[in-house]
């Protein structure tokens, strides 16, 4: 899965690099990631709120920027079950990282203040570490965004940002945490939204 997203990507950024760029932004980005419940049918995972890093690629056409964006936040998960107390507080490692391509639309006609919002689609990864167990699953997920753009020369500049961040899955999702033999388990939804705030620095290169 993750193979072809990555060629699906490469394919995505040759194409419009080559025929509508008129200039590429680099952004390496520091956020603080809010935390989120995932409620299930058996228990609840509260997900920790943390600091995230990641990079996002813009590629900018006038007013439209089209962007492949990855973000990484390592956490913590705790479960709490709903009907064994001796499951509750189960405190379990977890690393989710998002994987996103999306569409910014930039307002204003001044060129060093740039504001801009946005939408993106993608996968999200979330990796818990529930020693002895582990449990790995991927979901659909979306994002919306809106931000502002500084530039201190045209090369350099600053990215101020929000995002509101939306997993979802289709055929079933669960978290086991512990040897308690019980999880969270959720039906198809939009089982939690995430909101982080951040700051990134902008490398602008011409095409």
């Known amino acids: 899965m993750f193979k072809i997203i990555k060629l699906t990507l490469l394919l995505f950024l040759a194409i419009t690099v080559r025929t509508q760029a008129q200039h590429i932004e680099i952004i390496p980005q520091s956020n603080y990631?809010?935390?989120?419940?995932?409620?299930?049918?058996?228990?609840?995972?509260?997900?920790?709120?943390?600091?995230?890093?990641?990079?996002?690629?813009?590629?900018?056409?006038?007013?439209?920027?089209?962007?492949?964006?990855?973000?990484?936040?390592?956490?913590?998960?705790?479960?709490?079950?709903?009907?064994?107390?001796?499951?509750?507080?189960?405190?379990?490692?977890?690393?989710?990282?998002?994987?996103?391509?999306?569409?910014?639309?930039?307002?204003?006609?001044?060129?060093?203040?740039?504001?801009?919002?946005?939408?993106?689609?993608?996968?999200?990864?979330?990796?818990?570490?529930?020693?002895?167990?582990?449990y790995n699953e991927t979901a659909l997920s979306f994002g919306l965004q809106t931000g502002t753009n500084i530039y201190l020369s045209d090369i350099l500049g600053l990215r101020f940002h929000g995002r509101l961040n939306f997993p979802v899955q289709f055929n079933g999702f669960g978290f086991y945490a512990g040897t308690g033999g019980s999880g969270a388990s959720a039906s198809a939804s939009a089982y939690f939204i995430q909101a982080d705030l951040g700051a990134g620095l902008i490398f602008r290169l011409a095409n």
């Open 33 to 134: 990631t809010f935390g989120g419940k995932i409620h299930g049918r058996y228990g609840e995972l509260k997900i920790q709120g943390s600091e995230s890093y990641g990079i996002s690629l813009d590629i900018v056409n006038k007013k439209t920027s089209f962007q492949i964006e990855y973000f990484y936040q390592p956490t913590t998960g705790n479960y709490r079950d709903y009907f064994n107390p001796d499951l509750n507080n189960q405190r379990s490692d977890l690393r989710i990282s998002w994987y996103h391509v999306g569409v910014r639309q930039r307002f204003g006609t001044n060129e060093k203040v740039v504001p801009f919002a946005g939408a993106s689609l993608g996968l999200t990864n979330f990796n818990l570490d529930s020693s002895p167990s582990r």
